[in-house]
């Protein structure tokens, strides 16, 4: 049995042979999908050659682009990435600027 060290110290992020933080998750996702459709593939009645095939592929497409979504982009690069892409370019202002200083009065309610 082998014995694989995953935390490398406190405080620090988890890490698995090199990849790191949602790159695993990324990574383990991605093997499951990968098996899930090849097991309805196999259940459906496509040719076993083929389930390999696309397995085989599959598998290594998702290690391949894993770990380079993890050498490029870093720990948080990926998140800060993501959320430049929901961060708006710019402002639109439709309504006059008079409407935006209108104090509301407060009601004698008794």
Sequence with gaps: MSNYNI????GRTVEFKGLKAQ???IFAGGLLGVL??????YMVGVNS??????????ASL???QTFALNGKY???GLMKVGAKK???KYIICRRAVHRYLKFNTKSNAL
């Design 7 to 10: 935390n490398k110290g406190i």
């Design 49 to 58: 050659y083929v389930c390999l095939f696309i397995g085989a592929g599959g």
């Design 86 to 88: 929901r961060h708006p």
């Design 23 to 25: 790159y695993l998750f």
């Design 36 to 41: 899930v459709l090849v097991m309805v593939m």
């Design 62 to 64: 998702i290690v391949w």
């Design 74 to 76: 870093g720990e948080h």
